[in-house]
């Protein structure tokens, strides 16, 4: 499980910091160029995975996997699920990937669907 982010049966806690589960309003994973990681806002350099497919000559860009966590007073909350950079489409990425999905449902269990959007931000090109 990811380090930084601890799930209770009614908020999680980052930081030192807790937050209630029902005040999420949408969740969505994330893959950050690792170059920009500590450097700008958290996922402020994305990279899609279907964008890579196109490149093959530049080689496979170097990231990490993460979550962006939208909260309904309009704050943002991030954290990584990598802890070190891997490369998109290895083992390691897909890895991240699922602990991702993994978290993403924990943190969304028992949330209406009406209320609250979740996105894997993966699309296919």
């Known amino acids: 499980m990811c380090e930084d982010l601890k ?15 029902n005040d999420i309003q949408k969740v969505t994973i994330l893959n950050e160029d690792a170059k920009y990681k500590g ?27 993460g979550l962006r966590i939208g909260m309904k007073d309009g704050s943002t909350q991030y954290v990584y699920v990598s802890k070190k950079p891997v490369q998109i489409n290895s083992d ?16 969304t269990k028992g949330t209406p669907s009406s209320v609250l959007q979740a996105e894997k931000n993966d699309p296919i090109l």
């Not at 799930?7 to 589960?21: N, P, T, V």
């Not at 700008?40 to 860009?61: C, D, E």
């Not at 897909?94 to 924990?106: C, F, I, P, T």
């Open 92 to 107: 390691a990425y897909y890895a991240d990937r699922k602990e991702a999905e993994r978290l993403m449902e924990k943190l």
């Open 39 to 65: 450097k700008t806002k958290p996922f402020s350099h994305q990279v899609l995975s279907g964008v890579t497919m196109l490149m093959p000559i530049a080689g496979n860009p170097v990231l990490y996997v």
């Open 7 to 21: 799930i209770h049966s009614s908020l999680f806690e980052m930081d030192g910091k807790q937050f209630s589960l």
